[in-house]
């Protein structure tokens, strides 16, 4: 079966949804599924706003850069990659480039994860081959990272047999072997993971060199991490991997004003992420650094007050 990826609208609206802040929140922030860090991540941004943002609850990354480019969203939280060939037309987006997308700041990194059952002998990408493996819900993006990923291994796509499911029901089914693997990408450590590890014997197959250095070269927005030993109960070896980072976007015709107070909110109250969240408050250097597009005006205005200067100018 051929990975491909739904990109209906109408199912992607079908699964919106408020988080628990005002519900006439003057912005809407596209997120993914509760079960990851996005939604949680936009729930904190709500926080430190006053409930000025409305989180939606969407499909991921390449859901959110459609949602905005037909102004359902006013601001997203995306991956890397999904953000390059968004702003490019690129890819998913051939022909189809969200033109109004502008970034606001790099987050923080997100890993790789590819959960196995301990038992499955199941130890490279090319034993994937003819196995059932989750790839998120539909518009998440993820399908188009392993699809990218099995290439840069060597390994046709279509020999994998794609199950689109919820991070919840992607652990569930793996425990109880309904699939054979499940890919995601993450901030690690992750909740889900972590809950996976305590209550099932898995364990995450670790790239080799030559994989991550094909994909890092083939394809934009990708770079190699590790996920330290440890970072996981009963995880006791390093993982090689490949990362993103996710970035927070706007749409380039928000208020600048009203972006402003979202960038400055981000850093001068950054601790509510680190203490909320497994993942790093917003650093000022990485928030800046290989963003595939240019920055709203607002996030602008931001940095040159701390002393940095982006691009606000669209390639």
């Given at each position: 079966?051929?990975?491909?990826?739904?990109?209906?609208?109408?199912?992607?609206?079908?699964?919106?949804?408020?988080?628990?802040?005002?519900?006439?929140?003057?912005?809407?922030?596209?997120?993914?599924?509760?079960?990851?860090?996005?939604?949680?991540?936009?729930?904190?941004?709500?926080?430190?706003?006053?409930?000025?943002?409305?989180?939606?609850?969407?499909?991921?990354?390449?859901?959110?850069?459609?949602?905005?480019?037909?102004?359902?969203?006013?601001?997203?939280?995306?991956?890397?990659?999904?953000?390059?060939?968004?702003?490019?037309?690129?890819?998913?987006?051939?022909?189809?480039?969200?033109?109004?997308?502008?970034?606001?700041?790099?987050?923080y990194s997100e890993a790789f994860h590819i959960?196995?059952?301990?038992?499955?002998?199941?130890?490279?990408?090319?034993?994937?081959?003819?196995?059932?493996?989750?790839?998120?819900?539909?518009?998440?993006?993820?399908?188009?990272?392993?699809?990218?990923?099995?290439?840069?291994?060597?390994?046709?796509?279509?020999?994998?047999?794609?199950?689109?499911?919820?991070?919840?029901?992607?652990?569930?089914?793996?425990?109880?072997?309904?699939?054979?693997?499940?890919?995601?990408?993450?901030?690690?450590?992750?909740?889900?993971?972590?809950?996976?590890?305590?209550?099932?014997?898995?364990?995450?197959?670790?790239?080799?060199?030559?994989?991550?250095?094909?994909?890092?070269?083939?394809y934009t927005g990708y770079f190699g991490m590790?996920?330290?030993?440890?970072?996981?109960?009963?995880?006791?070896?390093?993982?090689?991997?490949?990362?993103?980072?996710?970035?927070?976007?706007?749409?380039?015709?928000?208020?600048?004003?009203?972006?402003?107070?979202?960038?400055?909110?981000?850093?001068?109250?950054?601790?509510?992420?680190?203490?909320?969240?497994?993942?790093?408050?917003?650093?000022?250097?990485?928030?800046?650094?290989?963003?595939?597009?240019?920055?709203?005006?607002?996030?602008?205005?931001?940095?040159?007050?701390?002393?940095?200067?982006?691009?606000?100018?669209?390639n």
């Open positions: 079966m051929k990975l491909k990826i739904l990109t209906a609208s109408a199912a992607v609206l079908a699964m919106l949804a408020l988080c628990s802040c005002n519900e006439s929140s003057e912005l809407r922030l596209g997120t993914g599924n509760p079960g990851g860090i996005y939604y949680a991540y936009g729930s904190t941004l709500c926080s430190m706003e006053n409930n000025t943002i409305s989180v939606k609850k969407t499909e991921g990354s390449q859901a959110n850069m459609r949602l905005l480019r037909e102004d359902f969203l006013d601001l997203a939280i995306v991956q890397s990659d999904v953000l390059a060939e968004a702003a490019a037309g690129s890819g998913s987006f051939d022909g189809q480039p969200v033109d109004r997308v502008r970034a606001i700041a790099g987050l959960l196995v059952r301990a038992d499955s002998g199941i130890v490279s990408l090319s034993d994937l081959k003819g196995r059932k493996v989750s790839v998120g819900e539909d518009g998440s993006g993820a399908v188009n990272n392993l699809t990218h990923l099995l290439t840069s291994a060597g390994v046709s796509a279509s020999t994998v047999e794609p199950v689109n499911m919820s991070y919840a029901e992607s652990a569930e089914a793996l425990e109880n072997g309904s699939i054979d693997a499940f890919f995601c990408i993450l901030g690690a450590p992750s909740a889900v993971v972590s809950e996976l590890f305590s209550s099932a014997d898995v364990r995450l197959l670790s790239l080799d060199k030559r994989t991550v250095s094909a994909m890092t070269e083939l590790v996920i330290p030993a440890e970072t996981y109960n009963g995880q006791d070896k390093d993982i090689s991997t490949v990362g993103v980072k996710a970035v927070l976007t706007a749409d380039s015709r928000i208020d600048s004003g009203r972006i402003r107070e979202v960038t400055a909110a981000l850093f001068e109250q950054g601790g509510s992420i680190r203490f909320s969240l497994s993942v790093p408050e917003p650093e000022v250097d990485f928030a800046v650094s290989d963003i595939p597009c240019a920055f709203h005006d607002g996030a602008a205005e931001y940095y040159e007050s701390v002393g940095v200067t982006v691009s606000t100018a669209k």
